[in-house]
């Protein structure tokens, strides 16, 4: 099970964290992922993180500006987004799979989405 969570409305230039608890028997060693998916547009891969946390994935658009990490447990994702723009309005959901990749099809199990809002 995905739970993903910390979405909310932010002005442009603030910033946000949001967390993806994976939980449940036999979630365990998965690389963790977030996608966004605006109205209207394609779902859009955002970040990843290898299960050990030594690898890290980001796409192009939020390089420099998001960060992803694990809790020491390994079992928590956190997506930090800073200097926000009001490009990053979506639908943000996590995702889990082997090894980090930026491609959705990839990736076994997903949770809901949470939404992020930038307003200038």
């Known amino acids: 099970q995905l739970q993903a969570s910390g979405g909310g409305s932010v002005q442009v230039g603030g910033s946000l964290r949001l967390s993806c608890v994976i939980s449940?028997?036999?979630?365990?060693?998965?690389?963790l992922g977030w996608f966004r998916q605006a109205t209207g547009k394609e779902r859009e891969f955002v970040a990843a993180i290898s299960w050990t946390g030594g690898t890290t994935l980001l796409g192009p658009s939020v390089q420099g500006r998001f960060t992803i990490s694990l809790d020491s447990a390994g079992n928590t994702a956190f997506l930090q987004m800073d200097s926000l723009k009001p490009e990053d309005t979506a639908v943000y959901y996590c995702?889990?799979?082997?090894?980090?990749?930026?491609?959705?099809?990839?990736?076994?199990?997903w949770g809901q989405g949470t939404q992020v809002t930038v307003s200038s």
């Open positions: 995702a889990a799979t082997y090894v980090p990749v930026r491609t959705a099809l990839s990736y076994k199990y």
């Open positions: 449940g028997r036999g979630y365990t060693n998965y690389a």
